[in-house]
T-cell receptor, first 110, second 112 residues
């Protein structure tokens, strides 16, 4: 257990609405990540953070923004959700050169 | 991103059988990681490999870091029903960026 909590765990939203997913960690890890998981694509990195207010883009960052105002929280925002953003979103932290994942947030955009 | 190819994509085996799966890349890695994902859960780290040729075990699981540094293998001995899930290989880019590239997974079904 890497002390990662994701919220909400499940959400259904309408196309065009903003959505924010929250990742909370309790162990003061410097690196935090947001991945999405889709059939046939495995896990793909959206954005990551290497410290408070320090973030960078991953492989599939278009349509997403992130913020990290506190060490323990890393927020993923979909400014205007689209159906292609229906996916499972995983937050992760890095420790000892390996990555540990949260339990996931299931997002459906209708 | 770097492409990691896993095979097979899916496997159906009888309980008690041994399982082998592999992961290949067109470029080299310095670290190979193997994860397992149960339905409705996040991936959980099984084994980490840090050196070419390394062979590491975790219970009934054994993984090897290929000597070419472009592949890795995971073996499961005497499979049991709770081995069901999706197994992913992963590795960090050589650029040193603190993230991982993932394979597309091998889905394992164990028939009791």
């Amino acid at each position: 257990d890497a002390g990662i909590t994701q919220s909400p765990r499940h959400k259904v939203t309408e196309t065009g609405t903003p959505v924010t997913l929250r990742c909370h960690q309790t162990e003061n890890h410097r690196y935090m990540y947001w991945y999405r998981q889709d059939p046939g694509h495995g896990l793909r990195l959206i954005h990551y953070s290497y410290g408070v207010k320090d973030t960078d883009k991953g492989e599939v960052s278009d349509g997403y923004s992130v913020s990290r105002s506190k060490t323990e929280d890393f927020l993923l925002t979909l400014e205007s959700a689209t159906s292609s953003q229906t996916s499972v979103y995983f937050c992760a932290i890095s420790e000892a050169n390996t990555i540990y994942f949260g339990e996931g947030s299931w997002l459906t955009v209708v | 991103g770097q492409q990691l190819n896993q095979s097979p994509q899916s496997m159906f085996i009888q309980e008690g059988e041994d399982v082998s799966m592999n992961c290949t890349s067109s470029s080299i890695f310095n670290t190979w990681l193997w994860y397992k994902q149960d339905p409705g859960e996040g991936p959980v780290l099984l084994i980490a490999l840090y050196k070419a040729g390394e062979l590491t075990s975790n219970g009934r699981l054994t993984a090897q870091f290929g000597i070419t540094r472009k592949d890795s293998f995971l073996n499961i001995s005497a499979s049991i029903p709770s081995d069901v899930g999706i197994y992913f290989c992963a590795g960090p880019p050589l650029t040193g960026a603190n993230n991982l590239f993932f394979g597309t997974g091998t889905r394992l079904t164990v028939i009791p």
